[in-house]
């Protein structure tokens, strides 16, 4: 299905943040755009705050000025819903309220033509519900914009239950033409990005309240070694506890309180305070004038190294092995089940295991296990984590070792799959389920998250990329060390697993 042309004329209905910023998508487009907003004079103020807006990048050199007057040019404030009756696509952006969004649909269907199409740029709510009871109820659909919308490339196309092809693929198209990235999915609680973005936070708000390390160390080894661009905490005291909160209980209750989506009662302490984050001056972090930004802690160690032996493979962290090598540390390679040994030190990658259970489990003593990187060949900073019983001179040559290749070392408590594996494993898991319900294929997923988040790599093709037995393996050693269904296995992974298959082949 072709996307709109661009004789369509568009009306965005709600001049707020989401509107203002998809009245101007559309309109860079090449449509006529008219925004209509029940408060008298916000669209007007939304198309002049645009207009600056533009001006301002028009004085930085990035935008022409004959594009910036071009585009204004075809936004227009409309005063009454009636005068939106002659477009080809409607977007409402109006508050999040199941039964006002309704209504306005039920408006806009004996307004506008039947073939216009009536899309919702809701990011909660159940498009099958905001279409029940339309006379046309295939032609609603979901346009997800992201924060801020000329900005963000993402849009998740969503379709209810009687959703068309056509419009679907249609708005896929037309969003496509106005140089986003759309991926289709199904109204399913949190669509794509919300469902699957949860455990970003979760993990890290529950190593937090385990005292696995403090907030500054888990945010600096997610950036560090994860390569997000912010942590956890920076992030949801950015996003506003109130905000993220709230989604985080909206799809633990649409999905029947999954453990899954657990949220977390620190997070509503935060909420309960008021300390919101970034917005309210606290959340995690202090954003006062005279606060001191926290550090990560930090390892150090200056003993001789001048060898080590590397048995087997490190699976997905070779790339240490050439930066050790790199560092003019002589690496001795010999058979073996994927072990560094330096000095009296047996280090190894994760595998879900506390170093405790594994060091007893293998006879292991001077157990040291590392986090995982997202690029051991360019990681900056890697977690550690050690079994008790395991010698400081032990620590000290890993850490050593690590310092000559450049790579901070941050000590964690003993935990189960350290902070960056269980997170991108329990990403992929929660991105292995949203596949196997259909809530979109593997290739929409994985971009979504990269499009919708930043994130560095999709979940899915990261787990490709780890390998998805050692992801298995996570996960499950996960749900024995908690005893939780959290963290239960995806089949879809299961089956990849058992077929030798992968995510994206
Ligand atoms: P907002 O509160 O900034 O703007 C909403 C605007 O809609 C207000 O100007 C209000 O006067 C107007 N409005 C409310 N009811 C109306 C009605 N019946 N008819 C006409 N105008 C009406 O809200 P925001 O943040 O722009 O969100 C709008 C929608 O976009 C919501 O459905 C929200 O869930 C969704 N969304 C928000 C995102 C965000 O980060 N803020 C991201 C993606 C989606």
Not at 335 to 346: E, N, W
Request: net charge negative.
């Amino acid at each position: 299905m072709r996307a709109l042309s661009t004789e369509a004329k568009i009306a965005v209905i709600g001049a707020g943040a989401m509107g203002a910023g998809i009245a101007q998508v559309a309109a860079q487009a090449g449509h006529s755009v008219t925004l209509y907003d029940m408060r008298d004079g916000s669209a007007a103020q939304a198309i002049d705050a645009i207009d600056r807006q533009l001006g301002k990048r028009v004085e930085a050199g990035k935008l022409d000025a004959d594009k910036r007057t071009a585009t204004v040019a075809r936004l227009k404030a409309a005063d009454s819903i009636e005068s939106l009756a002659d477009s080809g696509l409607v977007i409402e952006a109006i508050v999040e309220d199941l039964d006002v969004k309704r209504r306005l649909l039920t408006q806009l269907e004996a307004l506008c033509s039947a073939e216009c199409i009536l899309a919702s740029n809701t990011s909660s709510l159940s498009v099958t519900a905001l279409a029940a009871g339309l006379q046309h109820p295939e032609r609603v659909v979901g346009m997800h914009f992201f924060n801020p919308a000329p900005v963000m490339a993402l849009v998740e196309v969503v379709s209810g239950l009687a959703t068309s092809r056509a419009t679907a693929r249609c708005i896929h198209s037309t969003a496509a033409a106005w140089g986003k990235k759309p991926v289709h999915t199904r109204s399913t609680p949190g669509f794509i990005v919300n469902r699957v973005a949860r455990p970003f936070y979760a993990e890290s708000l529950r190593a937090l309240q385990e005292g696995v390390a403090d907030c500054a160390t888990l945010d600096a080894l997610m950036r560090d070694a994860g390569a997000f661009r912010m942590g956890a905490f920076e992030l949801t005291d950015l996003i506003g506890h109130d905000v993220n909160y709230a989604v985080t209980y909206s799809v633990f209750n649409a999905y029947y309180n999954d453990m899954r989506f657990q949220p977390s009662l620190m997070q509503k302490e935060l909420v309960d305070a008021g300390h919101l984050g970034r917005k309210s001056g606290q959340g995690f972090y202090r954003y006062d004038a005279d606060a001191e930004k926290p550090r990560a802690d930090e390892l150090s160690a200056d003993s001789p190294v001048e060898t080590c032996v590397v048995e087997g493979s490190l699976g997905v962290a070779d790339g240490l092995i050439e930066r050790i090598k790199a560092a003019g540390i002589t690496v001795i390679q010999r058979d073996g089940r994927g072990l560094l040994r330096v000095g009296d030190a047996v280090v190894a990658l994760s595998d879900g295991r506390m170093a405790c259970q594994r060091s007893q489990e293998e006879g292991q003593a001077n157990l040291i296990l590392i986090d995982l990187a997202k690029d051991y060949a360019n990681a900056s900073r890697l977690g550690l984590s050690y079994a008790k019983g395991t010698s400081s001179e032990a620590l000290d040559q890993v850490v050593s070792l690590l310092a000559k290749c450049e790579i901070k070392a941050s000590l964690l408590a003993d935990t189960p799959g350290l902070i960056v594996l269980r997170t991108v494993a329990m990403l992929a898991n929660e991105a292995a389920d949203a596949a196997l319900h259909n809530v979109g294929s593997a290739a929409d997923i994985d971009l979504a998250m990269c499009a919708g988040l930043n994130y560095p790599l999709g979940p899915l093709a990261w787990a490709d990329q780890i390998g998805l037995p050692a992801v298995l393996k996570t996960l499950i050693n996960l749900q024995g060390a908690y005893g939780e269904e959290r963290y239960r296995p995806s089949l879809l992974l299961r089956r990849h697993v058992a077929q030798g298959s992968r995510f994206h082949d």
